[in-house]
């Protein structure tokens, strides 16, 4: 998996300098499978051997939007509502819930597939805008468009 979305990290990661992530749901949380680090002098910096909770992390949410099964567990209306929300859009948004002064936005991978890696970006809340937002996500899906037919050959 790593050796199939570097490409797509790699890319994203020179178009915008932020740290950029590739996540994967594992059991109650969500792990970073690898990463690339931005040269910025504040950034954000990833932790690769932690499990992120579910429930305020932007991988996480993402997760949840992917496992019907998980939801019926969740008794918080405002997250609810935020994972319905991801479900239209295919866009989670951890805004300095998980951690003050990061904010984090994921997405998915070459699939949507409860199995399939996520990707995301994360800023120091200081440099943020809406604009940085979009700009990563179109970074994100050119970069997946791009490179699926080489991931297509490589997962045969």
Request: net charge negative; with cysteine; proline share 6%.
């Amino acid at each position: 998996m790593i050796r199939r979305y570097r490409k797509v990290l790699e890319n994203v990661a020179a178009e915008i300098n932020e740290l950029v992530l590739l996540g994967l749901h594992e059991g109650n949380g969500v792990v970073h499978i690898d990463y690339i680090e931005s040269d910025q002098m504040v950034r954000v910096a990833p932790s690769p051997v932690t499990r992120h909770n579910l429930q305020v992390n932007a991988l996480g949410k993402l997760a949840l939007s992917r496992r019907p099964d998980l939801i019926d567990a969740i008794d918080n209306p405002k997250l609810l509502e935020e994972i319905s929300a991801i479900q239209h859009t295919g866009v989670a948004w951890n805004r300095e819930q998980s951690v003050p002064g990061m904010i984090a936005l994921a997405t998915h991978g070459f699939s949507n597939s409860p199995t399939e890696p996520m990707l995301a970006v994360a800023w120091p809340a200081s440099r943020f805008t809406e604009e940085s937002g979009d700009l990563a996500l179109a970074c994100i899906k050119e970069a997946l468009q791009r490179f699926a037919p080489e991931a297509a050959t490589q997962a045969q």
